[in-house]
């Protein structure tokens, strides 16, 4: 019997009818994911500030979905006027399958086409790991405030593009 082969990832802008599923992803990737690097009630409180309306940002950023086989395995966004690669989220599903790194990739060749020069982000203590392997490099540890009740540990980190 053949393994099936799986069907390219294909890298979109997203759209206002993406918001449910990029969601789901983002609150599947923090209560799963961030679960091991932050305490439980700080990975509670944060998943709980999202909604499906909280992407009011899909039309200021430049913001993409990573689809294959018409299901949505992840999204990143870039702030091509800071810099800043913003977020890169993937469901657990799709977690070590390329996913990550073809967004990565994109937003990369994205700020590239923009004339940036280099790439920040600030990352959560689980993706360090991720973006150390893609190239980025460790700043310092800072504090970042989701809300005011809310402060998490996180790496400042850049890459030279």
């Known amino acids: 019997m053949h393994e099936p082969v799986s069907a390219p990832l294909a890298i979109?802008?997203?759209?206002?009818?993406?918001?449910?599923?990029?969601?789901?992803?983002?609150?599947?990737?923090?209560?799963?994911?961030?679960?091991?690097?932050?305490?439980?009630?700080?990975?509670?409180?944060?998943?709980?500030?999202?909604?499906?309306?909280?992407?009011?940002?899909?039309?200021?950023?430049?913001?993409?979905?990573?689809?294959?086989?018409?299901?949505?395995?992840?999204?990143?966004?870039?702030?091509?006027?800071?810099g800043e690669v913003e977020a890169i989220y993937v469901?657990?599903?799709?977690?070590?399958?390329?996913?990550?790194?073809?967004?990565l990739q994109h937003l990369e060749q994205r700020a590239r086409q923009c004339g940036l020069k280099e790439l920040k982000v600030r990352s959560t203590l689980n993706a360090e790991s991720f973006y150390a392997r893609h190239g980025y490099q460790h700043l310092a540890l800072i504090r970042y405030r989701l809300v005011p009740s809310l402060m998490l540990n996180c790496v400042e980190m850049r890459k030279q593009l």
């Open 91 to 103: 469901s657990p599903s799709a977690s070590g399958m390329g996913t990550g790194a073809a967004i």
């Open 12 to 82: 979109r802008r997203a759209t206002l009818d993406d918001r449910q599923a990029i969601y789901e992803i983002q609150r599947a990737a923090i209560l799963e994911t961030c679960r091991r690097s932050y305490p439980e009630e700080d990975v509670t409180v944060w998943a709980g500030l999202l909604s499906p309306d909280s992407y009011h940002m899909i039309h200021d950023r430049y913001f993409v979905v990573a689809e294959r086989n018409g299901r949505i395995e992840g999204f990143g966004m870039l702030d091509e006027k800071e």
